[in-house]
């Protein structure tokens, strides 16, 4: 007796031919970045997601690469498009290519996934589940791999990224960014599966969606535990910031003051200034020390907490100073500086290539070797300097040494009017609700905002305003299963996918009895 076509498993063909696959593929790029900040509308982040996996299945080693590759590009070169305001077209261009070739090794792995699986694991359930689950691992996978390498990787564009206001937004506190990826890239897939599954488009198939969506977003947030308040003051002078902006020494000083006047009369425990807070180092600089003891005392003693550029032994790093009682009371180094941003690794391999590009960059930032966490008057804050917050092990690091409260200090001023302030903000919302930390993410020109550890919007300060917020806001304790186990989550995810793929490609191969 023939089995029922639920059982049979699908031919494995392409699902669009060759030229409309790279046509969706291309069109894929746009919709994915659109459910991200700041067009935000995060269930097109799923459409997205849908559209280029459809365009994996049933190709050849080729052509998967060439589609990954072109779904990639146009994902990349939208998403990342605020880089050509700060280094022109020839870098986002640069940097748009390379992680695409990440994305077509994605798509490879993802299109032997649908190719193999079916052969080895041919019922319903290791089909609608097993399939997706397996081709969402290798996508996690390669987000994994890409957030870290080459030079530090480049953590941006992740699928997790895109639901920093959505319901699915409190998984983070569980699962992490990575897991969090692997279930957004999950639903899809299972979506995606069910719609090419023969014979199983009927109405109570479309329960295992609805089974799995409902119970993802029946997951609270875990709960840490508020142990206390400070009241910060956080301050956005929107002084000229930019790289190329045309400034005089000390203006983003004065402008920092300026915008921190109101606040002096105001009971504080300490106010909070962005990258770069001020231009002149107050360590090295007899006029900046002297304003920044001037405001501290003014605002009853409170510590002053900015960043600014230091030189140590001839070497630059970009620096938080903790200011009180006149000195420096303690002070973090950039650990991770942006490579081609902050500095040029290799360089001496590099600048024959683009000498123009390269000699912009004309001294290097150093990593810095200290803790993270400063202890303010009692309370333990966690200091992130600008994209610090997209460094997985770094946000869990400041935890793991006892932060009771983030302050996510950045220069956004490079990137002007672009969507690269809003996707940093989602990062940082999302790393709220990850270690269960209410967060301070002030910028040099906006968008700062207070966030609670819950991802809400406490208070803000819009984009290229001068601006102070004053919150009383909470100190929390515990630890999330993200910052305990996120690293673990991740590893397990990209584990699950590269050895179940590796499992199946062996068996695939082996002759079948019937």
């Known amino acids: 007796m023939p089995q029922p076509a639920l059982l049979a498993p699908p031919v494995t063909r392409p699902v669009i031919p060759l030229v409309p696959a790279l046509i969706v593929a291309a069109a894929a790029g746009p919709v994915y970045d659109a459910g991200f900040p700041d067009k935000n509308v995060w269930p097109l ?79 319903p359930a290791a089909r609608l589940v097993g399939v997706p689950a397996v081709a969402a691992a290798l996508w996690t996978a390669r987000e994994a791999v890409a957030n870290v390498w080459p030079y530090g990787g480049f953590a941006w564009g992740r699928a997790a990224l895109s639901q920093s206001e959505s319901p699915f937004a409190a998984l983070a506190s569980w699962l992490g960014l990575s897991g969090l990826s692997f279930v957004i890239v999950l639903i899809a897939a299972v979506l995606v599966q069910l719609l090419r599954e023969p014979g199983a488009v009927r109405p109570w198939s479309f329960m295992l969606p609805a089974v799995l969506i409902t119970a993802v977003l029946a997951v609270p947030m875990w709960p840490t535990q508020q142990v206390g ?57 007899s006029s900046a020390a002297v304003a920044l ?44 500086p942006v490579p081609f941003g902050e500095y040029v690794p290799d360089r001496s391999f590099w600048e024959p290539l683009a000498p123009d590009l390269i000699g912009l960059i004309q001294r290097d930032y150093q990593p810095g070797t200290r803790d993270s966490v400063m202890d303010v008057n009692g309370r333990i804050v966690g200091i992130s300097i600008c994209f610090d917050i997209v460094d997985d092990a770094l946000v869990r690091d400041t935890i793991d040494r006892g932060a009771q409260i983030i302050l996510a200090q950045t220069n956004n001023a490079d990137f002007g009017r672009t969507d690269e302030n809003e996707q940093q903000l989602a990062n940082a919302r999302l790393r709220a609700i990850e270690t269960g930390r209410a967060l301070v993410n002030i910028s040099s020109v906006g968008q700062s905002q207070m966030i609670a550890p819950d991802g809400s919007t406490l208070q803000e300060i819009p984009a290229y305003r001068p601006g102070h917020m004053v919150q009383a806001m909470p100190l929390m304790r515990g630890t999330t299963p993200a910052v305990l186990l996120g690293g673990q989550i991740e590893l397990f995810i990209a584990l699950l996918g590269l050895g179940t793929l590796v499992a199946a490609g062996v068996f695939a191969r082996r002759p079948r009895n019937r």
Not at 81 to 88: E, H, I, M, R
Not at 264 to 270: E, L, V
């Open 229 to 285: 308040t400070t009241t910060i003051a956080a301050v956005q002078g929107n002084g000229k910031a930019g790289y190329f902006d045309s400034r005089e020494p000390g203006d983003l000083l004065k402008a920092q003051l300026t915008a921190s006047a109101p606040v002096i009369g105001t009971p504080i425990d300490m106010m909070v200034w962005p990258e770069n807070g001020t231009d002149l180092d107050p360590t090295r600089n």
């Open 293 to 336: 003891s001037l405001l501290s005392q003014a605002l009853g003693g409170a510590p002053i907490i900015t960043g600014t550029i230091t030189e140590r032994h001839k070497l630059y790093y970009n620096t938080s100073l903790l200011w009180q009682n006149g000195g420096v009371a303690d002070y973090y180094d950039k650990v991770h």
């Open 45 to 123: 982040a799923f459409v997205g997601i849908g559209m280029l996996l459809v365009t994996f299945i049933g190709r050849r080693a080729g052509t998967s690469l060439l589609v990954g590759f072109v779904g990639g590009l146009s994902f990349y070169l939208t998403h990342i498009f605020w880089a050509t305001l700060y280094l022109g077209p020839v870098p986002w261009l640069a940097l748009s290519v390379v992680e695409s070739l990440f994305f077509a090794a994605g798509a490879l792995l993802i299109t032997l996934a649908y190719r193999w699986m079916p052969r080895v694991w041919s019922s």
